[in-house]
């Protein structure tokens, strides 16, 4: 049947047909960069790698592109106050983006444009947008006339009547410049201490709306098959590109829309983001927890889903990896005494098939992810039962093991032959278990304790509290 998209501009699954065979060009929005990204941005770079890596499980070929807008309000602002140049500022984040997500095992994008080296581009995009009626010049800004595309509002589902009231209630000088309280900038006329580029319209930088346009449509293509990003940019900016886009080319903009949804924090399930002050930064989360956790937290949950990220999230995460990885490490320890093949090798790899088409169908269902790690837990349920098995064979551990690997690469885990746990893992699974002891949950606890004795962690129950140490 082949992958099922929920595309956001019909609000249902779609079946996927690229528009070359086997290819895929997909767009994402990528990071404003004035500061370290949050574990909120964090889940949307996660997010849309899992999509890619398991496209590019599939047998497809992916054109991956994801800007960095390194030309903004907060930017400038940023620059400003700390007395250097907005290049200056965008590069060092440009860089502790990089190094964040490299932690998080996140494939770079086949290309990171930024807007500074797209200018000219820019310039002429809009001009196009002017010499077609779409856009106009007012006192050294350059505003697109939303009214005249037709189809504002497809993707957002909101209508030009519910639009124009929010809008009318707006004031101030930039109301004043514009024809219609609709429409929105594409040019911006400088100001003072920011930084600006010559133009047809005079000195100036560009809207943040028509930066994506540009460099989608630049790298990928006037219609590209996938544009992704953040739940909260549907509107206005996926809006925007569409009118600003379809309006130049008169082409499709992109054929499917994916939207993440928010990480919630606290027990109202607020959504995290650094204009409520409720964010804890990806930089900062990984001095503290496995990089390793943290991505398996992140790409094992449905993308479309809230995500309450807490301690109790962290917990589950480290624990479940800890499993497989410690089932993983066991089958490498039983193939020193394992026979080639045996008797009933056949059974064991029927179902190792059986798993794999289950963990496709599931993952063709929209990139259901907790679904497909759902088929990875059975997976290592079965190996775990093989390896109890007085005698066994290689071509049965090697077959499970490097289906795991395979499968847990879509999900940016790379399993290697180790028993280590990283310190963090070892905490977190210890205060899991001392609350668990609390609670007078024995079994979960004996669980832990089983789990990390077979990872060579050794644990001692003290009166200052609960003390381990490696194995020899």
């Known amino acids: 049947m082949g992958i099922k998209i929920y595309n956001t501009l019909?609000?249902?699954?779609?079946?996927?047909?690229?528009?070359?065979?086997?290819?895929?060009?997909?767009?994402?929005?990528?990071?404003?960069?004035?500061?370290?990204?949050?574990?909120?941005?964090?889940?949307?770079?996660?997010?849309?790698?899992?999509?890619?890596?398991?496209?590019?499980?599939?047998?497809?070929?992916?054109?991956?592109?994801?800007?960095?807008?390194?030309?903004?309000?907060?930017?400038?602002?940023t620059a400003n106050q700390e007395g250097i140049s907005t290049k200056e500022l965008a590069d060092k984040f440009i860089d502790a983006f990089k190094e964040d997500t490299g932690k998080l095992n996140v494939q770079p994008a086949c290309l990171h444009p930024r807007v500074v080296d797209h200018i000219d581009d820019i310039i002429d995009f809009i001009s196009v947008l002017v010499e077609k009626g779409y856009a106009y010049e007012?006192?050294?800004?350059?505003?697109?006339?939303?009214?005249?595309?037709?189809?504002?509002?497809?993707?957002s589902n909101k209508s030009i009547d519910e639009l124009e009231t929010g809008a009318s209630q707006r004031t101030g000088a930039e109301s004043a410049k514009k024809e219609d309280p609709l429409d929105f900038a594409l040019w911006k006329e400088a100001k003072e201490h920011e930084v600006s580029w010559d133009s047809p319209w005079g000195k100036g930088r560009?809207?943040?709306?028509?930066?994506?346009?540009?460099?989608?449509?630049?790298?990928?293509?006037?219609?590209?098959?996938?544009?992704?990003?953040?739940?909260?940019?549907?509107?206005?900016?996926?809006?925007?590109?569409?009118?600003?886009?379809?309006?130049?080319?008169?082409?499709?903009?992109?054929?499917y829309w994916m939207h993440n949804a928010y990480l919630t924090v606290g027990e109202s399930g607020e959504k995290m983001s650094k204009s409520l002050g409720n964010f804890i930064t990806a930089h900062d989360l990984m001095k503290d927890v496995s990089p390793e956790v943290v991505r398996f937290a992140l790409s094992t949950t449905h993308y479309r889903r809230p995500m309450p990220f807490n301690e109790t999230t962290i917990k589950e995460a480290t624990t479940n990896l800890g499993r497989i990885k410690s089932s993983?490490?066991?089958?490498?320890?039983?193939?020193?005494?394992?026979?080639?093949?045996?008797?009933?090798?056949?059974?064991?790899?029927?179902?190792?098939?059986?798993?794999?088409?289950?963990?496709?169908?599931?993952?063709?269902?929209?990139?259901?992810?907790?679904?497909?790690?759902?088929?990875?837990?059975?997976?290592?349920?079965?190996?775990?039962?093989?390896?109890?098995?007085?005698?066994?064979?290689?071509?049965?551990?090697?077959?499970?093991?490097?289906?795991?690997?395979?499968?847990m690469l879509i999900f940016g885990i790379e399993l290697v032959n180790q028993t280590d746990l990283l310190d963090g893992?070892?905490?977190?699974?210890?205060?899991?278990?001392?609350?668990?002891?609390?609670?007078?949950?024995?079994?979960r606890s004996d669980e832990i304790r089983d789990l990390l004795k077979e990872q060579g962690i050794i644990l001692e129950d003290t009166p200052q509290g609960t003390r381990w140490s490696r194995s020899e």
């Open 138 to 155: 007012s006192q050294g800004d350059v505003y697109y006339r939303t009214r005249k595309f037709e189809p504002y509002g497809k993707l």
């Open 328 to 407: 993983y490490n066991n089958a490498t320890f039983r193939l020193e005494t394992a026979v080639d093949s045996l008797e009933n090798d056949h059974d064991w790899l029927k179902e190792l098939s059986s798993l794999m088409i289950e963990f496709v169908t599931e993952m063709d269902d929209d990139f259901n992810a907790a679904n497909g790690i759902t088929v990875v837990y059975q997976l290592v349920k079965y190996l775990n039962r093989y390896l109890e098995e007085d005698a066994v064979s290689k071509e049965v551990i090697t077959a499970y093991q490097e289906t795991l690997e395979k499968l």
């Open 425 to 443: 893992d070892i905490d977190a699974l210890i205060a899991e278990r001392n609350a668990a002891r609390k609670e007078k949950n024995f079994a």
């Open 10 to 77: 019909s609000r249902k699954k779609e079946n996927f047909v690229p528009i070359k065979p086997n290819e895929v060009s997909m767009y994402l929005c990528g990071p404003t960069v004035y500061n370290y990204i949050h574990i909120g941005n964090a889940r949307s770079t996660v997010a849309f790698d899992t999509v890619r890596r398991y496209f590019e499980f599939r047998g497809y070929k992916v054109n991956y592109v994801s800007n960095f807008t390194d030309v903004d309000d907060k930017i400038i602002k």
């Open 206 to 255: 560009p809207g943040w709306h028509i930066e994506c346009s540009v460099m989608a449509t630049k790298h990928l293509g006037d219609t590209i098959d996938i544009h992704a990003g953040g739940q909260d940019l549907e509107f206005p900016h996926h809006e925007n590109e569409i009118a600003q886009s379809e309006a130049k080319t008169g082409e499709t903009f992109a054929h």
